[in-house]
């Protein structure tokens, strides 16, 4: 493990989402995940003394980018995106597309495409850090609603997250945990795995602690929509919300 991973609550209270601090410990070298807020990432950077040298977007939508340009000012850092977004991320130097490997430091990212919440979006994937960022692809106990994709894009973009190793952590781009209780929970009422995942989420989110991270071997026991086997399943499910 290379990668030192802190999370930054921004839109608290309303959005919910979340921003992440990543520091390569050997180069010392940071970036920001998603900045959707400029004060709590400049505030929480400035007290663990990191000046971010990148921005890393998951994807274009405003609560992803919205502090972009802020905080590539405040520390010269450098945006990078999806190359399908390259006109639509604020301040975009760079572009990465699927399949392509990037290093924060020393430690190697891989992009992964994952179209369907947006055409383009992509995850961040951090394979020998067993860390994934999934922006609004996939967050706890549910996935990011189809703006721009369709039901078997995404049904297709969530395979690809469940054939990635089992002891991944996956850190979303909101915290929507206790909104995806009920339908979950509807659904899977009597899983053990389930009704412990949610027993610990509770008591993190108390003690003001995202849910997460979780590792995708759990989630795929209890995410109704990583449960689904077929693409029929999965758009009955969509249909149920
Ligand atoms: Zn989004």
Redesign the pocket.
């Known amino acids: 493990m290379s990668l030192d991973i802190e999370t930054i609550l921004c839109r608290a209270g309303y959005m919910n989402n979340y921003s992440y601090l990543l520091t390569d410990r050997e180069t010392g070298i940071s970036a920001i995940v998603d900045p959707s807020e400029a004060e709590p990432v400049i505030a929480r950077c400035n007290e663990l003394g990191h000046k971010p040298s990148y921005i890393l977007n998951t ?1 274009h ?1 405003f ?2 980018t919205e502090a972009n340009l802020e905080i590539k000012n405040y520390y010269q850092a450098n945006v990078i995106g999806a190359e399908y977004d390259k006109n639509r991320i604020p301040g975009i130097d760079e572009t990465v597309s699927d399949g392509q490997f990037w290093m924060l430091g020393k430690s190697k990212a891989e992009i992964i495409r994952v179209d369907g ?2 055409i383009g979006h992509i995850l961040w994937y951090f394979p020998n850090d067993k860390a994934l960022f999934t ?2 692809t996939l967050f706890n106990l549910c996935i ?1 609603g189809l ?1 721009e994709g369709s039901a078997e894009e995404m049904f297709s973009s969530l395979n690809k997250i469940k054939n990635l190793p089992g002891d991944t952590l996956f850190y979303p ?1 909101h915290e929507y945990t206790l909104q995806s209780l009920p339908f979950a929970l509807h659904l899977n009422l009597n899983n053990p795995i389930l009704q412990n995942y949610i027993t610990e989420a509770q008591k993190r989110l108390r003690r003001g602690l995202p849910a997460g991270p979780i590792a995708l071997n759990t989630e795929k026991q209890c995410n109704p929509y990583l449960m689904a086997q077929t693409l029929t399943e999965f758009k009955q499910l969509l249909n149920r919300e």
């Open positions: 994807h939508h609560d992803h919440h947006t922006g609004d990011g703006f781009g």
